[in-house]
């Protein structure tokens, strides 16, 4: 029997750029397309026909591995009645399906399997040729970053399919595409594509501020049929007061450590599977300057020490003594495990002495949530080494229930938490920190205000977003 690839589907007249692309062999396309504008479709079966004309692993990764199952596995199209992947990949053209695992083999040796940007990690020994990453505004940005250079060693692609989530890294990856010869990106909204008339897009416009309100339905709206990516991402916490730090000049490669300032400070969040995040921040006059950032998964409280000693040793102060104050270690730190003979606590002790680590003051989330909240507007980033940290507090958001119609009473725990749970830790920190006292050598500085002293202090020029 014959199967001619792609199985039965012809693409959307909107699509066909984008289709012709990838069948021409393109290895990079990021796609911002609006709700129902078939992202997910097209990238199934182009996977289908990647899997046969080169034999190799192919993924499709949801932010989470707990939703790839009912999103892609045992979705169903609603114009067919057929489960997506049995359209996308006949049966007769496989040799095993692993529903546990969600994982196609085919009978010439390729594979395809749904995963998850939370647990790429424990797929580590594999080596795909393909990659969709589905929903990528909403997934770890981490897992691209270390997938990357599996996919150029194997001359492998790349497609990123995704509605707007405010200015995270699926913003940062399409900008970089839209510059890079040979790469892919396009934005379709709903004016564009001609999948609803603009009265049901009127319906769908009412609907979002029936359930939400009339801010964060049209936020919604604008994300879900617009692409827009200035909406408010809805539930977020700092997402806005970063923009307006990006728009008032707080975002910029000009914040740096200042060797004639205070020692800088560290504060951290540890999380699970060895996942970590790391601060650095230096408190200057009018407020704070968080010019370093670290974070990772797969190591452990030596390699990190190790790690953050490399990290701190060009930082110097310009009068000799340490440029590093503290590491602010959160709670968890104390505990000891049976893979571990020291807590973290005792590990960064030993290496960089009990004057140099402490535990941060015990605090509710939501404490650390409001100082985050306040100490912001007084914070500047250093605009390239935070560029993952800033993804990060962009991302960090409370939980929206659909059915209960509520947010969650504490932030989601994804990717984006060890990120805001790292900075709120150091916020807190912040709140207690006394500015540093500076003798005044002119008239400006004896009658300035803070606020004055602030805005001498800000960077000049354009802020990098």
Known sequence: MDIDLPNGW????????????LQGGGRHAELIWHRRSGKDEIAL????CAAFERVAGYWHMLPEYSQARKAIWDAVNPHTGRRRIDEAFPPELRKTTRNQEMMIEFKNGSSWQVVG???????????????????WALANPTARAYLRPILLENNGWQIFITTSRGRNHAYTTLKAAQKTPGSFAQILDANQTGVFTPEQLAVELEAYIAEFGDEYGRAKFE???????????????LARSIGIAEREG????EIDFDPNGAPFEVSADLGRRDTATWYFWQSRLGGHHVFDYDGGWGLDAEQWADRLEAKFRPYKLSDGKPALGKIWLPHDARAKTFAAKHSALEIFI?????????????????????AARVVTPHVAFNA??????LDGLRAWSFEYDEEKKIFSSEPKHDWASHDGDGYSYGCLIMQMTKPPIIKPENKFLEQATLNDLWKA?????????
């Open 350 to 370: 030993k290496k960089f002495g009990a004057d140099r680590v402490r535990i941060t003051p015990d605090s509710k989330k939501a404490d650390r949530i409001n």
């Open 45 to 48: 079966h182009r996977a289908a």
């Open 250 to 253: 707080r975002v910029s490669d």
């Open 384 to 389: 390239a080494r935070l560029e993952r940290g």
């Open 223 to 237: 994300q879900e049929y617009l692409c827009s990516f200035d909406a408010a991402n809805l539930g977020a916490i």
């Open 10 to 21: 012809e693409p959307r007249q909107y699509q066909l750029p984008a289709w012709r692309y």
């Open 457 to 465: 202090q800000r960077p000049k020029g354009k802020g990098r977003i």
């Open 117 to 135: 940007s939370d647990n790429y990690n424990s797929l580590v020994g594999s080596t795909p040729a393909g990659i969709v990453y589905s929903e």
